[in-house]
Nanobody, 115 residues
Framework: QVQLVESGGGLVQAGGSLRLSCAASGSIYSLNTMSWYRQAPGKQREFVAIITDSGSTNYADSVKGRFTISRDNVKNTAYLQMDSLKPEDTAVYYC?????????WGQGTQVTVSS
């Protein structure tokens, strides 16, 4: 059983920064991808960023150049450094851990950016 716990959300002013963490526990297959998604009120969940076990990354166009995803494979933890935050970044942010046969989600952490 895999568990994901996100942390680091909160309230920040526009232009500020936050760092989200996602700690994974349980039986984890080493060849996996870790991702961040977000869901704003009244909207569908959307992709934010992904990082593979080897460190390759990809980002949604809306966050490219402002957000940075990273991971610590020893700690089974992923991070999302969010800089130059905008009010439209306000959402619940979810962590995802995936490998063939497994698709695990965290409970989400709220990020609110005030203008």
């Amino acid at each position: 059983q895999v568990q994901l716990v996100e942390s680091g959300g909160g309230l920040v002013q526009a232009g500020g920064s936050l760092r989200l963490s996602c700690a994974a526990s349980g039986s984890i297959y080493s060849l996996n991808t870790m991702s961040w998604y977000r869901q704003a009120p009244g909207k569908q969940r959307e992709f934010v960023a992904i990082i593979t076990d080897s460190g390759s990354t990809n980002y949604a166009d809306s966050v490219k150049g402002r957000f940075t995803i990273s991971r610590d494979n020893v700690k089974n933890t992923a991070y999302l450094q969010m800089d130059s935050l905008k009010p439209e970044d306000t959402a619940v942010y979810y962590c995802n851990l995936r490998w063939p046969g497994n698709d695990s989600w965290g409970q989400g952490t709220q990020v609110t950016v005030s203008s």
